[in-house]
């Protein structure tokens, strides 16, 4: 899938950023260990903290305090605020629950909100859930962000 992504990402000359929280690099990780990477990827902001979300994507606090930093309200926030200040064409945020502490019974471990975002177009989000250790949620979560912006680049170019 990394091979595709990549293939289709260079072909449409799309630019991508990511705001990853739960991932904590992971994902930027995997899109840069194949060559060719620097022809698409802008880069990753690794936003762990709520103030980090705050100052460096914009989510407004009342969103963090209304919805969590787990909600598709915070990563649509963070996608769109990371489409603003860098200007990319694709950019994808996700935030969740590796575990295995941090759950609760509404959110519980494994639980991970991705947004994906098209320049001039409205933002996916889904919320998933995922089981297994903390490593294998990362993983998990990492392969779903990516088939989301496979995803959202097939339906945007055919």
Request: charged letters at 20%; one cysteine or more.
């Amino acid at each position: 899938m990394l091979h595709n992504l990549h293939a289709a990402l260079r072909a449409a000359k799309k630019t991508l950023a990511l705001a990853e929280s739960c991932t904590g690099g992971t994902i930027a990780h995997r899109l840069t260990a194949l060559p060719g990477a620097s022809e698409f990827f802008l880069g990753s902001v690794v936003a762990y903290s709520n103030e980090w979300k705050t100052s460096f994507l914009g989510v407004s606090e009342r969103t963090l305090r209304d919805h969590g930093a787990v909600s598709l309200e915070t990563v649509q926030a963070m996608a769109e605020g990371l489409m603003h200040r860098t200007h990319c064409d694709i950019a994808a945020a996700v935030s969740g629950i590796a575990g295995p502490t941090g759950g609760t019974q509404e959110k519980p471990v494994g639980t991970v909100c991705i947004a994906v975002s098209v320049r001039g177009e409205m933002t996916d989000v889904q919320m998933l859930h995922f089981s297994g250790t903390r490593t294998g949620i990362i993983e998990q979560t990492s392969e779903a962000v990516l088939a989301a912006v496979e995803r959202r680049l097939e339906k945007h170019h055919g």
